[in-house]
């Protein structure tokens, strides 16, 4: 599914205000890469304090879901979170596979490699329910966060 890059950029940046709010008001930045069509969120881990880095890669937003990943800020490592449970269920972050799993993570899906068949394609993403549910780029951040601060730790 192709949607030109100029659509894509009209369409974060209108959600950006909101998703940069969020962020901040958590301790988070915020850097916009409209060139590579990538929100950059630089934080620390809320249990063990290590410097982490949160990407979504919005190419192709909002026809399909941003794919979400956790960086190294410095590159020399890979980082994901530990899975801790949020509310009595289980985390979004599936250790295995090293991604989010959820309906608004691109990399969730099993044509990307992840492992849910179960979901039908990634451009079916509006649709899913069952599951965590967030359809706004500041709605996302705060679903990563929240199972963020259920982490012990990074692995």
Known sequence: MTV???VTVA???????AVTAYAQRHGWSVNWKAEELRLI????HPTDATPIRIVASVVGYRALPPAWTFEDPEGK???FPRAGPVDGKSSIFHQDKRRICAPFNRLAYSQEGGPHSDWGGP???LE????IHATT???MLASV??????SPGVC
């Open 4 to 6: 030109p890059t100029a």
């Open 11 to 17: 369409t974060v940046e209108e959600e950006l205000p």
């Open 41 to 44: 969120f630089d934080g620390r």
């Open 77 to 79: 490592r890979s980082l």
């Open 123 to 125: 451009d079916r993403w």
């Open 128 to 131: 899913i329910r069952g599951h």
């Open 137 to 139: 780029l500041a709605n």
């Open 145 to 150: 966060l929240g199972h963020l601060k259920a």
